[in-house]
Nanobody
């Protein structure tokens, strides 16, 4: 089994910062890309940021310059540093990862359960 567990969500005032973390555990041979998604009430889930195994990153236009994704390959960890938060960043944030469990299995996507981020005064 593979589990992804997010942490770090909460309530923050506009302009504030939060740092989300996601740890992957279980039987893991390798992890390729890792992702952060979010889903606001009444909206579709959207891709916020991606980080490749080698460290290349991509961001949604709405968060460029404010959010930073990073990873620790030794710890199977992905982080999302969120600065200058806006009320429209309010959503449930999910991490995901493309994981190969063993040398003989194919890569598939795994998801965390999500963590709530609320930006409000």
């Amino acid at each position: 089994q593979v589990h992804l567990v997010e942490s770090g969500g909460g309530l923050v005032q506009p302009g504030g910062s939060l740092r989300l973390s996601c740890a992957a555990s279980g039987v893991i041979f390798s992890i390729n890309a890792m992702y952060w998604y979010r889903q606001a009430p009444g909206k579709q889930r959207e891709l916020v940021a991606t980080i490749a195994k080698g460290g290349t990153t991509n961001y949604a236009d709405s968060v460029k310059g404010r959010f930073t994704i990073s990873r620790d390959n030794a710890k199977n960890l992905v982080n999302l540093q969120m600065n200058s938060l806006k009320p429209e960043d309010t959503a449930v944030y999910y991490c995901a990862a493309d994981i190969r469990r063993t040398i003989t299995t194919t890569t598939r996507s795994y998801w965390g359960q999500g963590t709530q981020v609320t930006v409000s005064s």
